[in-house]
Structure formats: structure tokens, C-alpha cells
């Protein structure tokens, strides 16, 4: 049994048959073998997703351990959780008796990992790394942030962010297909809305095995049927996305003078990935939060926290509440976490609201026109608090990126 994060409401109890734990190792076996890292050298996996009643951990400790007992890959696996004193002893003591490294984990906790790493002198670009991600979708230049702090070979084959849920598993993955065609359309944004339908949001472009899931995308949302202990049939995701065909991307790109199977081939991908089909999923209308009645999601503003300027200062994390002030204007607040020992300069809250509502005004044209009409009513207030505190950022298994309001 495995219980769902609970984050749009009363967390729910779903058993999981063995199936479910084959499907994952597969996934997971064909990243590691399509990945740079030798199939000879010890490899040590260290998972940072939560463990307990929740999949995450669970499924990667499992799928890993397959890999191992089953298919011979010569691989260690240690579960220290998101216990970050844990992980740091394991990168003093037991990473260096290993050739390789692979982090799974939440997408802004593999970012802390290798930033408390970073702090402390410990020189990731000793080993070979990977990452396995899920939960989350993120953004290419998030993407290219733990790629150089992380100092990973290849972008492409050496990280992955899983689509799964609590009910079904690992249901989908990116691939080094779907990574490239994404980075591609992201340069293209004319491409980009015709393939996804929305520039506004970054959408995790992932393919599965149509053996064992079925996705459909009804209206904009996506339901999936699968056999597990519960065989589950058109159930509602609840989240917004669709189906694609590699037939359907190469054409949309030709459209606008992009040759994906020249690039395929420029850089050796696997041609085998071609004929999985491809699902996209974005952020939940309901993990976002509005402002005069458009909605602000949480990816709008973590691009702008990724500018060299503020990861001095700051972690990453933050929480986006819709307020009201003494005049009963609304606004938005953003709390956002300071890293370790570090203290906001007078001058990074109006350098970090400004690039905020730049990339607000580049992402989102309802946001620009607002902008235009209330001025510096449209700016955000800035709060930032001391690394880990209590309020909101206890280390959880997810981070409370918007905190709804009555």
C-alpha cells in the first residue's frame, strides 16, 4: 500500500501489485542503460525521495534493487530520505567508495543537495552523475542548473523526470527524445504553442509503454487506464495535458523549419524511442494561485530565481500567497527561503521583484496587460525567511509552493 501526497486535499490509500514494481525496474534500467555512466563501475544510488507510506522512495528503492538482483547492473542503493545531515555524511563516507552517483529525488531537493554539497567543498565532478527526478515538472534552465552543479556529463541521457502516481506508479518518463524535442520547441516559441497549446506553462514532455498504460486527453485533461490490484479504467488524473506522436511533433516542427529527425540523428538518439507515444502534463490549474483573476503558477517565478544574481542568497523554494492589503487591494506575496547562514542585502528584494515580474510579463500576456494598467500595484511583495524555517519551508516530502487563502 502507498497513501498520495495529499496535496489537493485528504491523502488516499491505494494498494500496488508487482506489476507495478516490474514496470518501474524496466523504466528505470532502460535510463541507466541509455545513460553515460558505465554499466561496468559501481554505482551507488542514493534516494532522497521521501520514504514511508509514500511511492516515491519506495518505487525507486525497489526498481534500483531489481536492476540489481535481476539484471546483474553492479549497483548499491541507500535510502537516507530527505534527512539532509544523512546524505552529506553518505557524500563523506560512503560516495567515495563508489565509481558513480545517482540522485533521485525531488527536483528542488536534488537542487539543495547539490548546493549544500557545493558549500561544503565536496567536488561532485570526481564521479559520474545522474539524476532521477519525479513529482514535479521543470523547467530547461532548471534543468541546465543542476546539469553544471552537479557537473553531469549530458543533459539528454543523464537526467530524468518521472511521470507517475501513488495509484499506477511510473507510468512515464522523459527520454532523451522527448528531453531534446522540448529544448528545441522552448527556442521556438511559435513551435511551442503549437505543439503544447500553452507558452504560459512548462509542460513535462514523457513517453510510455503502450503495453502497459493508456492515456487519453478529454477536453485538456488526462485520464489513464492500467491494470494493477485495481485495475483502474479512464481515470481522471486531474491533470491537464495530451497525446502526442513523434509522426505529430516532426510535422508541427516542419512547420516552422524544424528538422527533429536531422537533430535526432545529429545526436545519436536512440531510434527506438520513436515509436513510444508521448504524453505532456503541466502544473495543476489547482497548485496555483491568482492574482486579479489570472492564474500565477509557480514555474512563472522560479525562472527568475535561477539568475546567477540571486543563487548567492537564496535556495530556490518559495511560497506564493494572494493577499489583501488595508485598502483592500489584492497582491501577491512571495516568501522565499534564504539559504544557510545567509542574509538578504537591502537590495535583492527590488532586483528580485523586478526580474519576477519580467519574466511574469514574458510568460504571460494577461500578466502584461495588467501590469501595464496597475503599475507598481503589480509588483510582488518580497518576504524572506531564515533557510528551513517552520512556517513554510519545513522540509516535507513536497514544497508548499502556493498557500491557498480563504
Known amino acids: 500500500m502507498t497513501s498520495t501526497s495529499g496535496s489537493t486535499g485528504e491523502p488516499l490509500y491505494f494498494p500496488r501489485s508487482d506489476s507495478i514494481h516490474e514496470r518501474a525496474a524496466e523504466l528505470h534500467d532502460r535510463f541507466y542503460v ?24 519506495l518505487i525507486t528503492y525497489e526498481a534500483f534493487s531489481r536492476m540489481g538482483r535481476r539484471r546483474g547492473r553492479p549497483i548499491g542503493i541507500i535510502t537516507p530520505g530527505i534527512n539532509m545531515k544523512e546524505i552529506l555524511n553518505i557524500a563523506r563516507k560512503l560516495a567515495p567508495r563508489y565509481e558513480q552517483l545517482i540522485f533521485a529525488g525531488y527536483p528542488p531537493f536534488i537542487k539543495d543537495v547539490f548546493d549544500e554539497l557545493a558549500a561544503e567543498g565536496r567536488i561532485l565532478r570526481e564521479k559520474k552523475i545522474a539524476i532521477v527526478a519525479a513529482a514535479e515538472a521543470f523547467t530547461e534552465h532548471f534543468r541546465d542548473y543542476l546539469v553544471k552543479a ?12 518521472i511521470y507517475g502516481t501513488a495509484e499506477l506508479g511510473a507510468m512515464a518518463s522523459e527520454t532523451p527524445l522527448s528531453i531534446l524535442i522540448r529544448r528545441i520547441a522552448y527556442d521556438h516559441p511559435a513551435a511551442y504553442a503549437a505543439l503544447f497549446g500553452n507558452i504560459e506553462k512548462t509542460p513535462t514532455l514523457a513517453q ?6 493508456f492515456f487519453e486527453a478529454l477536453e485538456g485533461e488526462l485520464y489513464v487506464s ?21 509522426a505529430d511533433i516532426t510535422r508541427t516542427m516542419s512547420n516552422f523549419g524544424i528538422d527533429i529527425e ?13 515509436k513510444m507515444p508521448f504524453v505532456y502534463v503541466y502544473e495543476r490549474t489547482d497548485l ?5 483573476g489570472l492564474q500565477i503558477y509557480p514555474s512563472m517565478v522560479r525562472e527568475a530565481l535561477l539568475r546567477n544574481t540571486f543563487q548567492p542568497f537564496v535556495t530556490g523554494r518559495f511560497t506564493l500567497v ?34 519576477i515580474v519580467k519574466e511574469l510579463r514574458e510568460r504571460s500576456a494577461e500578466f502584461r496587460e495588467l501590469s501595464n494598467h496597475l503599475g507598481d500595484r503589480a509588483m510582488p511583495r518580497l518576504v524572506f525567511w531564515p533557510y528551513e524555517d517552520q512556517l513554510y ?9 502556493v498557500q491557498k487563502t480563504a
Open 34 to 57: 541509455g545513460s553515460s555512466l558505465s554499466k561496468k563501475a559501481s554505482t551507488l544510488v542514493i534516494v532522497c525521495f521521501g520514504m514511508g507510506v509514500w511511492i516515491g522512495g
Open 150 to 161: 552537479g557537473g553531469i556529463e549530458n543533459a539528454l541521457t543523464d537526467t530524468m523526470n
Open 208 to 213: 510510455y509503454d503502450a503495453r502497459h498504460y
Open 226 to 246: 492500467a491494470d494493477s490490484v485495481m485495475p483502474l479504467v479512464r481515470y481522471r488524473l486531474g491533470d491537464s495535458g495530451g497525446i502526442l506522436r513523434y
Open 262 to 274: 536531422s537533430a535526432t540523428k545529429k545526436l545519436c538518439i536512440d531510434p527506438s524511442f520513436k
Open 288 to 292: 496555483s494561485t491568482t492574482l486579479y
Open 322 to 355: 494572494t493577499k489583501y492589503d488595508e485598502a483592500h487591494d489584492q497582491f501577491l506575496e512571495i516568501n522565499l527561503e534564504l539559504k544557510k547562514g545567509k542574509e538578504a542585502p537591502k537590495t535583492l528584494g527590488a532586483q528580485m521583484s523586478a526580474e
Open 393 to 401: 519551508f519545513k522540509r516535507d516530502i513536497k514544497q508548499m509552493w
